[in-house]
């Protein structure tokens, strides 16, 4: 069958598209920048990609008319102060496309709504909810909670309040009830329901058996982490106290902590799992879906992370027009060396960031993250997702990968921290040598203050870093600053 998968390179998507493939489905894969599609599935040949932005109707004339059912997984939780507007509008330009193709069902991931209160995330979700049940195909909706996962959000914001804080003074929204649910159960969950008439025209909250606490669930993650930690929940942490509380202390931003606050306030409890029978799926508890998230981290196979999303950044953006590096008006630091064992030297570079740092000058980079939070920025705490390979779209402490060619030996990044200006930062082979080149377009009469500030810093930091990256290869050096 044809499936038309939405969001194909987010958290979800990209954990769903190799299991459509293994049941033989050729799969329709709808992006908004083709650039960030990764895929190093065998079953290439049953992949189409086509770039679509679900706001512009126009773009939507690619999807192909013959699908036999769709996906939609476009989630947002943007900086965009108007987003519920723009995903109820999404989902009305998904709809009438769809209207014109042999579609036969349309599946949905939204998160449990069963309060009247909700928070605007919530709403949002169930705004999109109602719009695509107007359409003349049969959908099925999947409501979840708590993604519990290697990458998932929630995985990783407890992993930062865990593994950082012996001691957490919290909001008593911690005292809230929620039923979490593994990534695996959701993917299954997904793929069961395709084409299956007994779930058409429904909506179905899935989770596991349990309901915790998020206070509960921390003090879980701490057990399985063999880590003591102390939780004191206070009733006087406003909702703005306690985003930023959230943003200073995990990998989030401030708007998505925020979005994040609002909606954990909210009891997220199943009504039922009647979904549970009629696919015959028994999710996994919430100490064993922890357990398979720290298996897959260890095995160095996280599959997807949210930090890869642009949501982690709050930064809207297109590779493409970013991968050329501009030349006008803009101020470079380029460093050359020679280098003998090239694939020494890649393996440095393809390994850089994240627990690595970036060999040279690390307390100078960490101020420069903590000084980026200050600001609003993301700093460094995303990290990398892989610990080995890199891909385009993968953030990288306060960088975005927009190039990454191993064979060509060049790798392009693109700063995602608060600065007057623009950056990127180069590094590329050209035969036996090494160039190493910083970028920056300056905003205005601050952004070249700014450069002409921290000039001094480059010297060491940059200089220091290509001398780390190479110094075991070192033949000659040639340095040029500019």
């Given amino acids: 069958m044809k499936i038309l998968l939405t969001g194909a390179t987010g958290y979800v998507g990209k954990r769903v598209l190799p299991m459509l493939l293994k049941q033989g489905h050729h799969v329709v894969c709808c992006v908004r920048d083709k650039s960030r599609f990764n895929s190093h599935n065998e079953q290439q040949h049953n992949i189409t990609i086509i770039e679509a932005d679900l706001l512009n109707p126009g773009s939507l004339q690619k999807i192909p008319k013959d699908i036999d059912a769709a996906y939609y997984l476009i989630h947002s939780m943007s900086s965009a102060q108007d987003y519920k507007s723009l995903e109820q509008q999404s989902a009305i330009n998904f709809r009438e496309c769809l209207a014109k193709t042999n579609v036969k069902q349309v599946i949905y991931l939204s998160g449990i709504v069963n309060e009247k209160n909700l928070s605007e995330h919530l709403l949002s979700r169930k705004t999109v909810e109602t719009e695509l049940s107007k359409g003349k195909f049969p959908l099925t909706c999947l409501r979840a909670g708590i993604i519990i996962g290697s990458g998932s959000a929630s995985f990783e914001i407890m992993r930062d309040l865990v593994e950082k804080l012996p001691i957490m003074i919290t909001p008593k929204w911690l005292l809230t009830k929620c039923q979490p649910i593994g990534i695996s159960d959701v993917q299954k969950f997904l793929v069961g329901v395709l084409l299956n008439e007994k779930t058409y025209h429904q909506n179905f909250d899935i989770g596991c058996q349990d309901i915790l606490t998020y206070k509960e669930m921390l003090l879980t993650f701490a057990e399985i982490r063999n880590l003591k930690r102390k939780i004191i929940t206070v009733p006087v942490m406003t909702p703005r106290l306690s985003s930023y509380w959230l943003y200073f202390v995990t990998?989030?931003?401030?708007?998505?902590?925020?979005?994040?606050?609002?909606?954990?306030?909210?009891?997220?409890?199943?009504?039922?799992?009647?979904?549970?029978?009629?696919?015959?799926?028994?999710?996994?508890?919430?100490?064993?879906?922890?357990?398979?998230?720290?298996?897959?981290?260890?095995?160095?196979?996280?599959?997807?992370?949210?930090?890869?999303?642009?949501?982690?950044?709050?930064?809207?953006?297109?590779?493409?027009?970013?991968?050329?590096?501009?030349?006008?008006?803009?101020?470079?630091?380029?460093?050359?060396?020679?280098?003998?064992?090239?694939?020494?030297?890649?393996?440095?570079?393809?390994?850089?960031?994240?627990?690595?740092?970036?060999?040279?000058?690390?307390?100078?980079?960490?101020?420069?993250?903590?000084?980026?939070?200050?600001?609003?920025?993301?700093?460094?705490?995303?990290?990398?997702?892989?610990?080995?390979?890199?891909?385009?779209?993968?953030?990288?402490?306060?960088?975005?990968?927009?190039?990454?060619?191993?064979?060509?030996?060049?790798?392009?990044?693109?700063?995602?921290?608060?600065?007057?200006?623009?950056?990127?930062?180069?590094?590329?082979?050209?035969?036996?040598?090494?160039?190493?080149?910083?970028?920056?377009?300056?905003?205005?009469?601050?952004?070249?203050?700014?450069?002409?500030?921290?000039?001094?810093?480059?010297?060491?930091?940059?200089?220091?870093?290509?001398?780390?990256?190479?110094?075991?290869?070192?033949?000659?050096?040639?340095?040029?600053?500019?």
């Fill in 251 to 482: 990998s989030t931003s401030y708007k998505l902590a925020r979005s994040l606050v609002d909606s954990m306030k909210i009891e997220v409890v199943c009504r039922n799992n009647k979904i549970n029978n009629i696919l015959d799926i028994h999710p996994i508890s919430y100490r064993e879906a922890l357990q398979k998230a720290f298996e897959k981290i260890e095995n160095n196979d996280i599959i997807s992370s949210w930090k890869d999303s642009y949501s982690s950044s709050g930064l809207e953006m297109n590779i493409s027009e970013y991968i050329k590096t501009p030349t006008y008006g803009c101020y470079k630091d380029i460093r050359t060396r020679s280098v003998i064992d090239r694939g020494h030297t890649l393996n440095k570079i393809w390994n850089i960031g994240g627990e690595n740092g970036w060999y040279y000058g690390n307390w100078l980079w960490k101020t420069r993250g903590f000084l980026d939070k200050v600001f609003g920025g993301v700093g460094l705490r995303r990290g990398r997702t892989s610990k080995a390979s890199i891909s385009v779209g993968d953030s990288l402490d306060f960088w975005r990968v927009l190039y990454a060619n191993r064979e060509e030996g060049r790798l392009l990044l693109f700063a995602e921290m608060k600065l007057p200006g623009e950056a990127w930062l180069e590094f590329k082979f050209d035969k036996d040598k090494l160039i190493q080149t910083a970028t920056f377009r300056p905003k205005g009469l601050l952004g070249r203050c700014y450069w002409f500030l921290v000039l001094p810093f480059h010297h060491f930091i940059f200089n220091g870093m290509i001398e780390a990256i190479t110094k075991k290869t070192i033949v000659s050096n040639y340095l040029q600053t500019s």
